[in-house]
């Protein structure tokens, strides 16, 4: 079935190193996104990426990075940088005129 | 960024009730979003509105695009157990390309 997967599920790290989520489709989508959830707050835009091997800053890209080396991946890194990164992540894809479809997300954790 | 204000940021309901939640902006939106998000998953598109004044429903859910295109509201019929989530609005801005914006979400509690 197509769909989108994000791992791992939950996700520890600790203070001052950097850590890979990955996010993966198969739904032949172009456009993929990375948000951030905190609790009671709507998502906010990291990264977004439309096309292989370009992306761009969202609302709170800092501490964060990115690559879009193939059309079905769109990894995002947590960097050292990131002061709190504490949160519940958020992949997204899509594809012309369909709406964002999420992944199961990932929970980060600084220990 | 542009920014969403959603309410009730929560709800207590009893079984069978009907629930209303709004969301309004103060700027134009071309697009209303509600998604669901379950604990510890991700949102799912419920309802998706493009028109100001549309109407649309999916099951007992029903929502509308503001005329003035600055908000719309989910009302959910005759509310069951599984509704329990939170529910999160979001638009595109008018003159923003394809960017969403979120709303801080509803958390819906029913109880049986």
């Known amino acids: 079935d197509g769909g989108i997967t994000q791992s791992p599920k939950y996700l520890f790290r600790k203070e001052g190193q950097n850590v890979t989520l990955s996010c993966e489709q198969n739904l032949n989508h172009d456009a993929m996104y990375w948000y951030r959830q905190d609790p009671g707050q709507g998502l906010r835009l990291i990264y977004y990426?439309?096309?292989?091997?370009?992306?761009q800053k969202g609302d709170i890209a800092e501490g964060y990075s990115v690559s879009r080396e193939k059309k079905e991946s769109f990894p995002l890194t947590v960097t050292s940088a990131q002061k709190n990164p504490t949160a519940f992540y958020l992949c997204a894809s899509r594809h012309g005129d369909t709406e964002a479809f999420f992944g199961q997300g990932t929970r980060l954790t600084v220990v | 960024g542009q920014q969403l204000n959603q309410s009730p940021q929560s709800m207590f309901i009893q079984e069978g009730e009907d629930v209303s939640m709004n969301c309004t902006s103060s700027s134009i939106f071309n697009t209303w979003l509600w998604y669901k998000q379950d604990p510890g998953e991700g949102p799912v598109l419920l309802i998706a509105l493009y028109k100001a004044g549309e109407l649309t429903s999916n099951g007992r859910l029903t929502a509308q695009f503001g005329i003035t295109r600055k908000d719309s509201f989910l009302n959910i019929s005759a509310s069951i157990p599984s509704d329990v989530g939170i529910y999160f609005c979001?638009?595109?801005?008018?003159?923003?390309?394809?960017?969403?914006?979120f709303g801080g979400g509803t958390r819906l509690m029913v109880k049986p």
């Open positions: 990426s439309q096309i292989v091997n370009d992306f």
């Open positions: 979001a638009g595109r801005p008018y003159n923003a390309g394809n960017m969403l914006t």
